[in-house]
């Protein structure tokens, strides 16, 4: 895969990685051993039949490619684009073992931009009306696998657009939004209705929405609050949580000086966390012509954030700070926020997470000047939905307790999968839980009748 260069795209929010053209493609497909029990499918939590559309890509038939990855995935130019196929499908790849794996996640991409996906919609609604809460990728998937079945799905999402974290979390750079359009006009030619702007437990409450005649309904709200330090100084000005500052930048354009959104970054801007949400809004920060610094307790080594975008949010001069721990935001007269006080920390042994454990180093507390800092230290679920929704069972982080095959929840007729049930997660196995749960509600509403 290609990468547009470093002057260039830190000037604009137009994608950075370039997917292969029908020659790559084709060759990249032709590495492909075609094994017999192939390890790969057992990578994708959506179970893609990988060999088969890469076989189709190695024959020239990309449409054909396309067929088969829609008929396990309704959003293959999402996921070709942003899962973290160098853990699931392409950690398998007997290829990988002494060389290189095959690229299936830049295939997954080539097939999708290039194919044409013809419709599997079964064309009737007679299975009765079912709804879906949420709009990102697990309420996507499930709304149109339904849809698939003959039933008439509605998803209710609380957001002016439709997409969830694809929408308004994850930045242009990476998920171009005219390819997450036309994968959300895909589910809507399946049948699906999405109505935006109805809040879920306000607009309407579950109750409401089974009197309304929905036979079953699917909650996919995702893990949409943010978690805080809980620092002196925390609510000064200048401070964001990543979710509020990447809204801000992708969903109501703040960039963009046509806009009346803006961002107020200053000259330095820092950004705590070290998963794919901190890297997001380092790079976001860096197309604001800022300096940015990345402040994270460990180092890079436990980052959770994908290798590539690491390299990617250092290409384009984010400065790692790592080993260091916030304690305190200082600020002016004014309230702004103008230091970050830390403490430098070494590792000690692995704690509960497997990694190991920062520690402060005696005496070392020294002071970064910055003009802004995004707090992207991880989101929990917005506490709405369950507070008015009387008897569903949630864990104390707030995630909704539902079962792992079928996303049954506490409630009959309620599932529930993604985000809101797992905590913060992926796309691909938000995408899983969509799936099963869609084949669950689909028993259950049949043997209801
Ligand atoms: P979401 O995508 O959060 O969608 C939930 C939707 O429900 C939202 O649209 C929300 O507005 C709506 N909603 C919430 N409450 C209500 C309500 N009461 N009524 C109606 N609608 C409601 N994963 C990867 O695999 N690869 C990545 O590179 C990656 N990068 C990420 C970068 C960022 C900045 C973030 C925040 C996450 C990233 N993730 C990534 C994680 C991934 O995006 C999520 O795991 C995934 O989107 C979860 O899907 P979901 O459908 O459960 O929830």
């Known amino acids: 895969m290609t990468k547009r260069p470093v002057k260039e795209r830190i000037k604009n929010f137009e994608e950075v990685a370039s997917g292969y053209s029908r020659q790559e493609a084709i060759a990249e497909a032709k590495r492909c051993l075609q094994c017999k029990k192939p390890l790969c499918v057992n990578g994708c939590p ?5 060999p088969k559309f890469i076989k189709e890509i190695s024959e020239g038939k990309f449409d054909e490619a396309i067929k088969t990855l829609k008929e396990a ?17 392409e950690a398998l790849c007997v290829l990988g073992k002494k060389g290189k794996p095959i690229d299936i996640g830049t295939l997954e991409r080539f097939a999708s931009d290039e194919g044409q996906s013809p419709l599997v919609s079964s064309g009737n609604t007679q299975g009765g009306q079912v709804a879906v809460v949420g709009s990102g990728p697990a309420g996507l998937t499930c709304a149109g696998e339904l849809a698939k079945m003959g039933y008439d799905v509605t998803i209710f999402e609380s ?3 439709a997409g969830g974290v694809l929408r308004y979390g994850i930045p242009e750079f990476r998920m171009p939004r005219d390819i997450l359009d036309s994968e959300i006009q895909y589910v809507k030619d399946l049948g699906v209705k999405i109505r935006c ?15 309304a005649e929905y036979k079953a309904i699917f909650i996919a709200s995702g893990a949409g ?27 109501m354009k703040a ?14 801007v820092g950004v705590i966390g070290g998963g794919n949400v901190a890297m997001d809004s380092a790079r976001v920060a860096v197309r604001l012509g800022v300096e940015v610094y990345l402040i994270y307790r460990r180092t890079e080594k436990e980052m ?23 304690v305190k935001i200082k600020t002016d007269n004014e309230g702004w926020i103008k230091e970050l006080e830390c403490l430098q920390m070494q590792l000690g042994k692995p704690d509960e997470s497997g990694r190991r454990r920062p520690i402060p180093v005696k005496n070392s507390d020294f002071s970064i000047p910055l003009d802004t800092l995004i707090i992207a230290i991880g989101q929990k679920p917005n506490p709405l939905i369950a507070s008015y929704t009387k008897g569903l069972k949630t864990r104390e982080d707030g995630t909704i307790i539902a079962d792992g095959k079928t996303g049954a929840t506490s409630i009959k007729g309620v599932f529930a999968g993604g985000d809101i049930a ?10 899983g839980a969509g799936r099963r749960a869609a084949k669950a509600m689909d028993e259950y509403i049949r043997n209801k009748n």
């Open 159 to 161: 957001l002016h657009k």
């Open 255 to 268: 960039h963009d000086e046509e806009y009346h959104t803006p961002i107020k970054v200053g000259k330095k």
């Open 422 to 431: 797992t905590g913060a997660a992926t796309v691909i196995e938000a995408m």
């Open 225 to 251: 609050a943010p978690q805080f330090l809980n620092i002196e100084g925390e609510n000064a000005n200048g401070v964001y949580s990543a979710n509020e500052f990447l809204t801000r930048a992708n969903l």
């Open 73 to 89: 995935n309704n959003l293959p130019g999402i996921c070709g684009r942003v899962c973290p196929q160098e853990i699931q499908c």
């Open 304 to 326: 959770p954030a994908r290798i590539e975008e690491r390299e990617n949010a250092k290409e384009e001069g984010v400065k790692f700070k790592i080993l260091t721990q916030p």
């Open 197 to 211: 702007d109805v809040l879920i437990g306000k607009t309407f409450t579950i109750d409401e929405l089974f009197k």
């Open 46 to 50: 959506v179970q893609i039949n990988i």
